[in-house]
């Protein structure tokens, strides 16, 4: 009887295990349900009526209007991308803009015969219709990136993916999970069935920073599924991917729950974040900031996104945001760096911070990276600003790097400036 | 063993299985719902929805005149952004086409109302690209001027799309971009920010204002040249953007003979060669070669780049196969005999990315080499090939060259 009911209890034990492991998968399955009812409800729609029928989408006033007259601008636009081409081979970049940006109006029954027709053009060469069918096809993952991917598959040979071929599968993977993360993910799996060069570390990407967009949460318990070679292109896609005050906190919530799962993701997605968030306007940004309350590791991470080419003219601006945040080590090594960089391009508006802020730890950082790149050029200013540091090692390197760019330039003027503050030659 | 001891077991699995069957079942039906419900949204999205925006959609009706069209209410539209109500294709297509007619003054307007408006950076940036594709083509000279505020951020799009637009409005109205570029100078917009006092910014727009203002004004042209430091005036020739006007290939010659050192004028060359690839393929560079009258040395450094160049764009858009390879080498036996087995080798090569593979790319240089027996045409072909997975039939296909001390070389660097 003891064996009899051990094994019952392993039996419970195991099924209590794998219970618990579905429980995970049912409720994000129930929550993305939640969340796609409310955005139909929110269209003015009744999602019983949608799902519990199982219909199919609506046909739409469109699909019932004139087809030929649409036929028509569709052959005009593609004869006009064909004179456009076998015109000095299509160098005319501003005619291609004017090109592209009617392509985007385009539905996909119309792209099909823009492409039908270029196929059949005798007057240009196999790479030019080639090049203007991936065009087409280009334009209409903008709009219809479900449509743009059926489209390439059938019309064209996986295995010889042009680089922009490879960025339209992208492209849309990334739009259409982004509308619909079920219906690209299922796309995904099926084709990558049969076509095995469509799985690459950067369609895998593209399918879950879509996703991120519309549930973060989804996204990442993705990661594992997906197994990635390489997560560089993956943190830096999903930081780029999202774009709205909520979208970055759904974000944070979401990394901060997988954390557990893989630390050094969440790191370089957070250092991904801020490099993304810098772009934008500084004083919206610290709000959003200040709300997401990011605990002294994540700030760590975030403050390793940021740099000068990021930050550019508001680099004052972070290094005083980031002043009481970081431990001092790692901040004067971010911000010696930052000021480095900013002075060789822009000496006169790092300068002008420099001048305007008070006196403290982030000036004393910041001289090193000022003094520093003003030494090659202007030795003596920065022979100046290196001797507001307080005396002692730190000041005592920097002087004799400053004498050391300053010899170059002048060793009389250099020799009495080491004479003066004991530098040796 | 009595039956009885076989219940408890018995009854935990059938317990443990009807649960994790009920969870599966459940997992199923909401995925399935979702996608469904996704779709619909999708559709709808991309429809004629019942949330249209009436004013867009009239717009689509009428003609293109702006006296026609309701005005876009940017605030309405806004709000409806900004609360997740996403564009439908055919509400897009409305707004673009309002946008199409309206004026360059109304365009200017509409960015600097856009501009305070709530709504998320991804939208605004959508709306911003519709309106300046429009505002550059129809007053060029207000689309600069808007974006004159971006032009030391090396930040986002307008970085590289502020300066060709000016390439572009440039060639098509030198005299307008040279007065308006002229001003901004003036007005001190383009001075160094950089300490080594480099115009990094004010080159870039030179470089790309040269070709126009050539084809109607060379003196103005070597004006401007001198106005740049000395130091930095060979620099004009290195920015990559000599799309020259047919008709000024000789005064460009002469511009690079004058501000360029002597050893870095192929390079200047071969820059103005490369964009005539696309515009007239190897023909036009051909005869650009002859016209400019360059020596033995520069045509054969100018040719095997220009060809090489090109084989590159083919490779690029898929396209590389034997009638391509041929065609080079006919012109290259035109233009550089000598160098021509050599190019042809180098611009095979397997660099382990790109179509057609290594298979493909060792056939065509089999047969072309069973038709002319070279050595350098292998040796181009195999030095670059460094890739282990190549090695084995690189290894082969060394064997077959005749020269002793050469083949030893190349077995050598393979064998690493």
């Known amino acids: ?425 | 063993m009595k039956p009885i001891l076989y219940l408890p077991p018995a009854a935990a699995l059938a317990a443990v299985s009807i649960w994790l069957i009920s969870q599966q079942r459940s997992i199923s039906a909401f995925e399935k719902e979702t996608l469904l419900l996704r779709e619909h949204l999708t559709a709808v999205r991309h429809a004629e929805g019942p949330a249209a925006d009436p004013s867009l959609v009239a717009a689509r009706n009428g003609n293109r005149k702006t006296g026609d069209l309701d005005p876009i209410d940017w605030k309405a539209l806004a709000g409806k952004m900004a609360k997740g109500g996403n564009l439908s294709h055919t509400q897009r297509i409305s707004l673009r086409e309002k946008l199409s007619a309206m004026s360059g003054p109304e365009l200017n307007a509409a960015l600097a109302e856009i501009a305070v408006l709530g709504m998320s950076q991804m939208d605004r940036g959508e709306l911003k690209s519709w309106m300046l594709l429009r505002l550059k083509q129809k007053a060029p000279e207000l689309y600069m001027d808007h974006c004159m505020d971006r032009i030391h951020d090396s930040r986002g799009s307008l970085s590289w799309e502020f300066p060709n637009a000016f390439e572009q409005w440039a060639g098509k109205d030198p005299a307008a971009a040279t007065a308006w570029f002229t001003r901004q100078i003036a007005a001190g917009k383009f001075e160094s920010k950089s300490l080594e006092g480099k115009y990094t910014t004010r080159l870039d727009f030179e470089a790309r204002l040269l070709p126009g203002l050539l084809a109607i004004d060379p003196a103005a042209v070597k004006r401007r040249i001198t106005a740049l430091p000395e130091d930095q005036r060979k620099l004009l020739f290195q920015q990559g953007y000599t799309r020259l006007q047919p008709g000024s290939e000789k005064s460009f010659t002469s511009l690079v003979r004058e501000y360029v050192p002597e050893k870095q004028q192929p390079s200047a060359f071969t820059s103005a060669a490369k964009t005539m690839l696309h515009q007239g393929g190897y023909e036009k560079v051909g005869k650009f070669l002859d016209d400019i009258e360059v020596s033995p040395a520069e045509r054969r450094t100018i040719a095997t780049n220009a060809a090489s160049y090109q084989i590159d764009l083919i490779e690029r858009q898929g396209g590389l196969d034997m009638a391509a390879v041929v065609k080079m080498r006919e012109w290259m036996t035109r233009q550089s005999p000598d160098e021509m087995e050599t190019t042809t080798g180098r611009s095979l090569v397997d660099r382990g990315h790109r179509s057609p593979p290594f298979e493909k790319r060792l056939k065509i240089i089999e047969d072309l080499h069973a038709q002319s027996g070279s050595d350098e045409l292998l040796i181009g072909f195999l030095d670059g090939n460094q890739l282990p997975k190549n090695r084995e039939a690189s290894l082969v296909l060394a064997a077959k060259i005749n020269d002793e001390t050469k083949r030893a070389k190349i077995v050598k660097s393979l064998s690493r």
């Open chain 1, 1 to 425: 009887m003891k064996a009899s009911l051990a094994l019952s209890l392993i039996l419970l034990a195991l099924g209590g295990f794998f219970g618990w492991r579905q429980h995970e998968r049912l409720k994000l399955a129930r929550e993305t349900h939640h969340r796609a009812e409310a955005e139909v409800r929110a269209s003015g729609l009744s999602p019983e009526s949608l799902a519990t029928f199982g219909k199919q989408p609506f046909s739409t006033r469109r699909d019932r209007e004139d087809t030929a007259s649409k036929t028509t601008t569709a052959k005009a636009l593609a004869g006009e991308l064909i004179s456009w081409k076998s015109v000095a081979a299509g160098s005319d970049t501003d005619r291609a803009e004017e090109l592209m940006d009617q392509l985007l109006d385009l539905n996909p029954n119309q792209i099909k015969t823009v492409i039908a027709e270029i196929q059949a053009s005798t007057e240009i060469d196999n790479l030019a219709r080639k090049h203007l069918t991936e065009l087409s096809l280009n334009g209409l993952s903008w709009n219809h990136p479900q449509a743009a991917l059926e489209l390439l598959i059938e019309s064209s040979d996986v295995a010889k993916m042009t680089p922009l071929d490879q960025h339209i599968i992208s492209n849309s993977l990334q739009k259409w999970a982004g509308e619909n993360p079920l219906g690209a993910l299922n796309w995904f799996r099926k084709h990558g069935e049969n076509h095995p060069e469509l799985i690459t570390d950067r369609t895998k990407a593209a399918v879950i920073a879509g996703i991120a967009t519309q549930d973060p949460k989804q996204a990442l318990s993705l990661i594992g599924e997906m197994k990635l070679e390489n997560k560089d292109t993956l943190a830096s896609s999903v930081a780029f991917a999202v774009s709205t005050p909520d979208e970055y906190t759904a974000l944070l919530t979401a990394l901060r729950d997988f954390e557990k799962n893989d630390a050094e993701f969440v790191k370089k997605t957070l250092g991904g974040l801020a490099y993304r968030l810098a772009y934008q306007d500084f004083e919206a940004t610290k709000t959003w900031l200040s709300s997401a309350k990011l605990s002294d590791q994540e700030i760590r991470s975030f403050s390793e996104g940021l740099s000068y080419s990021c930050t550019q003219a508001d680099t004052g601006h972070w290094i005083d945001w980031l002043a009481d945040k970081l431990p001092a080590d790692q901040f004067s090594k971010k911000v010696g760096k930052s000021v480095w960089e900013w002075t060789e391009a822009d000496y006169k508006a790092a300068g002008e911070w420099m001048n305007g802020s008070a006196d403290g730890p982030s000036k004393e950082a910041a001289v090193w990276g000022y003094a520093g790149a003003l030494a090659s050029h202007q030795p003596e200013s920065a022979a100046q600003w290196a001797l507001t540091l307080p005396e002692g090692k730190e000041r005592d390197k920097l002087l004799k790097g400053v004498h050391a760019a300053w010899k170059k330039k002048d060793p009389a003027a250099a020799a009495g400036f080491a004479l003066e503050h004991r530098l040796g030659n």
